[in-house]
């Protein structure tokens, strides 16, 4: 039996789930705390929700390729930004306000699709250094 079958798909990795549990606190202080400071609200959130992303999936999947995750990240983000062009929120009757509504968002962004690419790279980053940790 070769080594790539004995590794389960599934599985439990408490340090991803703690980082993501902080990171997803950290969404919720830039939407409700701080969400009168321009930068942070505007940018950083963008940037780090594709780190939340990659950090719940990297909590429960073992996933051999990280390049392939970041990327398939990538490309759910600006799917989900481009949606929002066209207004998918309000087809699908979301009501504006609701948590619903709020995540999947009701305006369309190039400066966000940017901040998603920004944070995409610092999961390269991340994950070639986690890399070279392991070896």
């Not at 549990?21 to 940037?47: H, S």
């Not at 948590?99 to 995409?120: E, K, R, T």
Request: a positive charge.
């Amino acid at each position: 039996m070769n080594k790539k079958s004995q590794v389960p798909r599934f599985t439990f990795h408490a340090n991803y789930f703690i980082v993501s549990v902080f990171m997803f606190l950290a969404e919720v202080l830039i939407a409700t705390a701080l969400k009168n400071i321009f930068f942070i609200r505007a940018y950083l959130g963008d940037v780090i929700v594709v780190m939340l992303i990659y950090t719940m999936i990297k909590s429960f999947f073992y996933i051999r390729n990280d390049m392939q995750l970041i990327f398939g990240i990538l490309v759910f983000s600006f799917l989900v930004e481009f949606a929002q062009y066209f207004n998918i929120a309000e087809k699908l009757g979301l009501r504006p306000g609701s948590i619903m509504y709020i995540v999947v968002g009701n305006s369309f962004s190039w400066i966000d699709m940017l901040c998603y690419a920004v944070g995409c790279l610092l999961l390269i980053i991340f994950a070639k250094f986690i890399g070279k940790q392991d070896t």
